[in-house]
T-cell receptor, first 113, second 113 residues
């Protein structure tokens, strides 16, 4: 069975600082990995995804993530945080894209001015 | 990009009534759609997988007679909460799969009085 662990339910950074949100997964087959962002009272917006190929993937709003098979990780980063980045972030995994997403518990990102 | 809409975005109803929520994929056809429920400050809980033209697959613990799902076309799935009670109050989010990626609707906030 697949699972996702997001380390840190709440991360707080200063505006302009590096954002690092951690995600580790468990999967018996090559995973498809996703990061979504959720603003209050809204649905989820796809930030980026890894399916195959290049392990460093770039997404919207300046975010990127690197798939590291040896570490079973897919951490999300952004060089410089903006106030508008404050939201809930979810990491998710699926089995070759054919199975429902399995979500982590989410990490709430706060950005301090 | 792929867009998924939900209607209504907000609904308040009396206990015992039924509520129908629509989920539409606007610019792609979705053989598979998913329905999730989200409690405050928690992750998404998969309720059911909806496949066009066939019966939905419900997750363990989800009452299929209470949460009726219909996926009659490649762009529309509906969730009907039958005989709603206050404990059904929640944020319901649908998603539609386009190839290996799930795209999410904006969610429907249900309040049962």
């Amino acid at each position: 069975a697949q699972s996702v662990t997001q380390l840190g339910s709440h991360v707080s950074v200063s505006e302009g600082a590096l954002v690092l949100l951690r995600c580790n997964y468990s999967s018996s087959v090559p995973p498809y990995l996703f990061w979504y962002v959720q603003y209050p009272n809204q649905g989820l917006q796809l930030l980026l995804k890894y399916t195959t190929g290049a392990t460093l993937v770039k997404g919207i709003n300046g975010f990127e993530a690197e798939f590291k098979k040896s570490e079973t990780s897919f951490h999300l980063t952004k060089p410089s945080a903006h106030m508008s980045d404050a939201a809930e972030y979810f990491c998710a995994v699926s089995e070759k894209g054919n199975t429902p997403l399995v979500f982590g518990k989410g990490t709430r990102l706060s950005v301090i001015a | 990009g792929a867009v998924v809409s939900q209607h209504p975005s907000w609904v308040i109803c009396k206990s015992g009534t039924s509520v129908k929520i629509e989920c539409r994929s606007l610019d792609f056809q979705a053989t598979t759609m998913f329905w999730y429920r989200q409690f405050p400050k928690q992750s998404l809980m998969l309720m059911a997988t909806s496949n066009e033209g066939s019966k939905a697959t419900y997750e363990q613990g989800v009452e299929k007679d209470k949460f009726l799902i219909n996926h009659a076309s490649l762009t529309l799935s509906t969730l009907t909460v039958t005989s709603a009670h206050p404990e059904d109050s929640s944020f319901y989010i649908c998603s539609a799969r386009d190839l290996e990626t799930q795209y999410f609707g904006p969610g429907t906030r249900l309040l049962v009085l």
